[in-house]
C-alpha cells in the first residue's frame, strides 16, 4: 500500500470549509483545486467517475480503501478528459495490473492536471460528511521536496472557504458541447469493443447537459442514432429535426438556473415529442411540468442504492450522482411519481399523465455500477415506436 512509499510521494493537504485538515499523500498534478467535496461508495470505476460530467466542481472521495489496482485505459471514459476537481482516497495499491491497462492512476492524474491526495482517513472524513453534509475543501498537491507547514494549511483553509457554493451554480452550459454532432457508437463487448449501429430504427435529439457517452451508446444499442445539441439549444431548432424522441442528459450544478433548458423542455413536452430525461435531466423535467427542486443535505454518489418502482413492486440497486433533488410535495397534477429511494424516501422517477414523457433520477447505464434499472432505455424505445405507429 501506499503507506510502504511515503517517501516517493510529496505531501498533499486536504482542508475543509469547516477547518478540518487531513495530511496525505499528492497522487496527481501540483497544484491547489477546490471544490464541493462529496463521497462515492463505488468499489470499481474510478475512471468513468473523474471523467464523470456531472462532477464538474466537486472533489470525490472513494470510500472504498484500495483505489488504483486496475489501472486506466483508453476505453472507459465518459467524457473527453477528467471533469471531477480531485480525487481523495486512502490507499494506492503497489501494483496496476489489467490486460487493458495503459496508465496507472497517478499517471493518469499528472497527465490529466488532476489534483489528488491519498494516505488520508477516508472513513473519518466520510463520517464527517455524512453527519455534516457536503461542504467546500481544497486539495493541495505539493512539489517535491516542499512540505505542509502551517502557512500552507492556512492558505488551504482559505481556499476552501472561499469556493462557491454549488447552490445556484449553472454548470450545465459549461460542461456542454459546443457543437452539434451525431452518435451511432454502441456498448461495448469484450474482444470486439465498441460497436456500430447501422440500421437506427429512431432519430433522438440528446441536450447535452454533460452527458455520460455510456447513456449515448446504450439508446444507440436499441436502435438509435443521436444527434447531441449544445445545452441552450431552443426548442425550435429541436422540433425543426424532426426528432422521434428528445433525451434530457445528466450534468453537473443546480437545476433551477437552468432557465433555458427548462424553458426548451417545457415546449418539447408539450408539442407531445416523446421525452426521457435522468439526473440533472429527470429534474430538468420536473421543473418544466411545475415542480420545485432542492438541494440535499446528504447527497447519492455510490453504486449500491436501492430505488422502488412504485407501479411493480420491483427493487432495483442503481448507480446514483446528484446533490439536487424533485421535492414530492410540489408535484402538479400531471405529473406522478414512478420510483423513490428506499435509503431516504426522495424522488427517483416521474412521469407526465398528459404527454409522453417520463424521466428518472440515478443512472440508468451504470457505468460504473449495476445494470437493474436499464429497462428505462426500453421503455424510451417502446415510448417512440408507440408514436410511430399513431402517426
Not at 350 to 378: N, V, W
Amino acid at each position: 500500500m501506499l503507506l510502504s512509499l511515503k517517501g516517493s510521494f510529496p505531501p498533499a493537504i486536504l482542508a475543509l470549509a469547516d477547518g478540518t485538515v487531513f495530511i496525505g499523500n499528492s497522487i496527481g498534478a501540483v497544484g491547489t483545486t477546490v471544490g464541493e467535496v462529496v463521497f462515492n461508495t463505488a468499489i470499481t470505476g474510478y475512471q468513468e467517475i473523474l471523467t464523470d460530467p456531472s462532477y464538474c466542481q466537486q472533489i470525490v472521495t472513494l470510500t472504498y480503501p484500495h483505489i488504483g489496482n486496475y489501472g486506466v485505459n483508453a476505453e472507459d471514459i465518459e467524457a473527453e478528459k477528467v471533469h471531477a476537481a480531485g480525487l481523495i482516497i486512502k490507499d494506492l495499491p503497489l501494483l496496476a495490473s489489467n490486460f487493458r491497462l495503459t496508465h496507472t492512476l497517478p499517471q493518469y492524474l499528472v497527465r490529466e492536471n488532476t489534483v489528488a491526495i491519498a494516505n488520508i482517513d477516508t472513513r473519518k472524513l466520510t463520517r464527517l460528511l455524512r453527519d455534516k453534509g457536503a461542504q467546500n475543501g481544497a486539495i493541495v498537491g505539493l512539489a517535491e521536496g516542499e512540505s505542509a507547514t502551517p502557512e500552507r494549511i492556512a492558505q488551504a483553509v482559505a481556499a476552501a472557504q472561499a469556493a462557491p457554493s454549488m447552490k445556484g451554480l449553472d454548470l450545465a452550459k459549461v460542461v456542454s458541447t459546443t457543437k452539434t454532432y451525431t452518435w451511432d457508437q454502441t456498448e461495448w463487448q469484450l474482444g470486439q469493443g465498441y460497436g456500430q449501429q447501422t440500421a437506427p430504427r429512431f432519430h433522438v435529439v440528446a441536450y447535452d447537459y454533460g452527458v455520460k457517452l455510456n447513456i449515448l451508446r446504450m439508446l444507440a444499442e436499441r436502435g438509435c442514432k443521436l444527434t447531441v445539441v449544445p445545452a441552450q439549444t431552443p426548442a425550435a431548432d429541436v422540433l425543426a429535426m424532426n426528432p422521434d424522441g428528445v433525451f434530457l442528459s445528466n450534468g453537473p450544478g443546480d437545476p433551477q438556473p437552468c432557465d433555458y433548458a427548462i424553458q426548451a423542455t417545457k415546449e418539447l413536452i408539450e408539442a407531445g415529442v416523446p421525452t426521457f430525461g435522468i439526473c440533472l435531466g429527470h429534474q430538468i423535467m420536473a421543473l418544466a411540468s411545475g415542480a420545485t427542486t432542492f438541494k440535499m443535505a446528504n447527497s447519492h454518489h455510490g453504486a449500491n442504492h436501492p430505488v422502488k418502482d412504485l407501479d411493480t413492486g420491483r427493487v432495483s440497486i442503481t448507480s446514483q450522482n446528484h446533490g439536487f433533488a424533485v421535492d414530492m410535495a410540489s408535484l402538479p397534477a400531471n405529473l406522478r411519481p414512478t420510483h423513490v429511494s428506499l435509503f431516504d424516501g426522495t424522488l427517483q422517477g416521474l412521469e407526465r399523465t398528459d404527454k409522453p414523457a417520463f424521466c428518472f433520477q440515478g443512472h440508468p447505464e451504470a457505468s460504473p455500477g449495476p445494470h437493474d434499472i436499464a429497462y428505462m432505455f426500453d421503455r424510451f424505445t417502446a415510448l417512440m415506436a408507440k408514436a410511430q405507429e399513431n402517426k
